[in-house]
């Protein structure tokens, strides 16, 4: 299964279309035993989610590949000290011995901590991780250094944000067989909210989201389909990380998995500033 569950709402109220807020244990358990029954294999998380390393840990991930992510680090940290409690934490607070992935959560940490590189090598000799990488955030963070470095990077895609594909960093990233996880697919729910809904902060692209919401009713498709099958089509990517709130969403988002041919030139609607496509940037009260 290409999907990977996304559980940054497990830990903390996240998302700019959350109106429920923090899940709850009852439904966190319910959405691991659906992922199991689904054959999703990946969970995505971070020590930077709140509690939410601590709350996955009371389901029992052993069946899964899970990647975590190390808080950015601060200038006056002991890098290894740094790296070695954040990882300590996490692996405790999971209840596992070992994770799949352990990536930077801020990718600039590669460049100005350069012992980071031996360090993180060293915890996978260890056999606490078995792939090691970043998370990035736009394609101008790739460097032959980082690609020497990675074996898994997690990168924004969607729709709108075709950055990694139209600047081919997606086809460099996987010339150099680095598994490639995508999140944002529904850009914060964004892509999801009903037409005249969107925050006024985006009012200057509202005939793009207009355009989106009509190219699904052309193609008699949801806007959730159209977005998520938009990224699940792209063959370099190896798993669509998805953020879940609910039971109701995870369930929503596997019959909405399909494999469509759609004739149309999606990168009329790709949109180029970061002021948009780059959740970051928003500012939204």
Same mark, same amino acid.
């Given at each position: 299964?290409?999907?990977?569950?996304?559980?940054?709402?497990?830990?903390?109220?996240?998302?700019?279309?959350?109106?429920?807020? &923090?899940?709850?244990?009852? &439904?966190?358990? &319910?959405?691991?035993?659906?992922?199991?029954?689904?054959?999703?294999?990946?969970?995505? #998380?971070?020590?930077?989610?709140?509690?939410?390393?601590?709350?996955?840990?009371?389901?029992?991930?052993?069946?899964?590949?899970?990647?975590?992510?190390?808080?950015?680090?601060?200038?006056?940290?002991?890098?290894?000290?740094?790296?070695?409690?954040?990882?300590?934490? #996490?692996?405790?607070? /999971?209840?596992? =011995?070992?994770?799949?992935?352990?990536?930077?959560?801020?990718?600039?940490? +590669?460049?100005?901590?350069?012992?980071?590189?031996?360090?993180?090598?060293?915890?996978?000799?260890?056999?606490?991780?078995?792939?090691?990488? /970043? *998370?990035?955030?736009? =394609?101008?963070?790739? *460097?032959?250094? @980082?690609?020497? +470095?990675?074996?898994?990077?997690?990168? =924004?895609?969607?729709? $709108?944000?075709?950055? +990694?594909?139209? #600047?081919?960093? /997606?086809?460099?990233?996987? %010339?150099?067989?680095?598994?490639?996880?995508?999140?944002?697919? $529904?850009? &914060?729910?964004?892509?999801? @909210?009903?037409?005249?809904?969107?925050?006024?902060? +985006?009012?200057?692209?509202?005939?793009?989201?207009?355009? $989106?919401?009509?190219?699904?009713?052309?193609?008699? #498709? %949801? =806007?959730?389909?159209?977005?998520?099958?938009?990224?699940?089509?792209?063959?370099?990517?190896?798993?669509?990380?998805?953020?879940?709130?609910?039971?109701?969403?995870?369930?929503?988002?596997?019959?909405?998995?399909?494999?469509?041919?759609?004739?149309?030139? $999606?990168?009329?609607?790709?949109?180029?500033?970061?002021?948009?496509?780059?959740?970051?940037?928003?500012?939204?009260?």
């Amino acid at each position: 299964m290409k999907i990977a569950l996304g559980t940054v709402q497990f830990g903390i109220n996240y998302g700019v279309s959350n109106t429920s807020g &923090q899940t709850s244990q009852n &439904q966190i358990q &319910q959405i691991i035993e659906l992922a199991k029954t689904a054959s999703i294999t990946t969970i995505d #998380t971070a020590s930077a989610y709140g509690d939410a390393e601590a709350r996955l840990g009371q389901c029992g991930l052993s069946s899964f590949k899970v990647v975590s992510k190390i808080k950015p680090i601060t200038s006056q940290s002991n890098v290894n000290d740094c790296v070695t409690n954040d990882l300590d934490k #996490t692996l405790k607070d /999971l209840q596992l =011995p070992a994770i799949y992935g352990l990536l930077l959560h801020n990718a600039q940490d +590669f460049n100005h901590y350069p012992e980071l590189t031996a360090i993180l090598k060293n915890k996978k000799a260890q056999g606490l991780v078995e792939k090691i990488g /970043l *998370s990035l955030y736009s =394609p101008t963070q790739i *460097s032959d250094e @980082m690609l020497c +470095f990675a074996d898994l990077v997690q990168i =924004p895609v969607n729709i $709108f944000d075709q950055r +990694f594909i139209k #600047t081919g960093a /997606l086809d460099r990233l996987k %010339s150099k067989n680095i598994e490639v996880h995508t999140r944002s697919a $529904f850009l &914060q729910g964004l892509l999801l @909210m009903s037409e005249g809904d969107w925050p006024a902060y +985006f009012n200057p692209i509202k005939p793009q989201l207009e355009r $989106f919401h009509q190219l699904a009713k052309k193609l008699n #498709t %949801s =806007p959730l389909s159209l977005a998520l099958n938009y990224v699940m089509n792209i063959t370099q990517i190896d798993k669509v990380v998805v953020g879940i709130n609910n039971l109701a969403q995870l369930e929503g988002i596997l019959i909405n998995i399909d494999n469509p041919n759609y004739d149309i030139d $999606f990168e009329e609607i790709s949109l180029q500033d970061e002021h948009f496509i780059n959740p970051a940037n928003w500012q939204i009260s």
